[in-house]
């Protein structure tokens, strides 16, 4: 969220933000009581938000919810920032090979965001779903992305984990993560012990450019019901193969981001 200080874009953001995180139409008192901003600001700010197609006004209930015109945005932006377009045919093809849940995410700030999912021959029940946000510390694209960030980019994002217990699985701390992300950075993937959801286990890998920059992850999940990590382990040649053509197929595509000129990754 952003700071109560923070510019007018940066603060209507916020509110876009609040607004979408009750997941339902909202009344103007209950964004109030969770907002930094006095009344008057905040009004002004929604009715912008209104204005500008961000939001809508119901007059009748007096809600308001995420306009339509974020609807539009939204799709572009999966269109043209989203890996899931070209990695489409490759996950299709890992999923068929595997038959277990594929993931495809990528870091949004300081969380993952699961941008296209494929089911398990026999699926299995699970908190992901594309478009669907969760935390980095504790899932194995989450941790993957992270063992392979700059030292500087991973210094800003850690304190920014809740290291919230999930399970008795969980990563707790700073100093948990940061020894399990070595242990990534060496051997090229990670796992989730079930870390977020009981029962629920992954292996996990990073698709990063030619330079090693993080463009995402993908990872095969299952559940400790049918399946073990050691099993799981033994797709990894077929999961990294998958990641290296998702990481061509971007590059090829010129992947828009200008740090890539900077880094060679063209």
């Known amino acids: 969220m952003a700071e109560a200080n923070s510019g007018t874009v940066g603060k209507a953001l916020d509110v876009l933000d609040r607004v979408a995180g ?15 901003y006095p009344k008057g600001t905040l009004y002004r700010l929604m009715q912008t938000l209104v204005h500008e197609g961000m939001l809508v006004f119901d007059t009748d209930r007096q809600t308001y919810a995420l306009g339509v015109r974020l609807v539009r945005l939204a799709h572009a932006a999966w269109d043209q920032s989203s890996l899931a377009p070209l990695a489409r045919p490759h996950l299709d093809a890992l999923s068929r090979d595997v038959g277990e849940t594929v993931h ?15 089911n398990a021959d026999d699926p299995v029940e699970m908190y992901s779903s594309a478009g669907k946000v969760g935390p980095a510390y504790c899932t194995g694209v989450g941790k993957a992305m992270l063992a392979h960030l700059p030292e500087s980019e991973l210094d800003r994002l850690i304190p ?23 242990d990534i950075r060496t051997h090229g993937y990670g796992f989730d012990r079930e870390e977020h959801e009981p029962e629920i286990i992954c292996v996990a890998l990073p698709i990063l450019t030619k330079s090693g920059r993080v463009l995402g992850a993908l990872s095969v999940t299952s559940t400790t019901r049918r399946t073990n990590l050691a099993a799981l382990e033994t797709l990894v040649p077929r999961i990294k193969k998958t ?19 900077q880094t060679g990754d063209q």
């Open 22 to 36: 009750f997941k339902r139409p909202v009344r103007f008192n209950d964004v109030l009581e969770q907002s930094p």
């Open 104 to 118: 495809l995410a990528q870091l949004d700030h300081a969380q993952v965001l699961y941008v296209d999912k494929r």
């Open 160 to 182: 920014l984990q809740l290291f919230h217990k999930f399970t008795d699985q969980t990563l707790t701390s700073e100093a948990a993560l940061r020894t399990e992300l070595a």
């Open 243 to 261: 990641a290296d053509a998702i990481a061509t197929e971007v590059q090829s595509w010129a992947f828009p981001d200008g740090s890539m000129a």
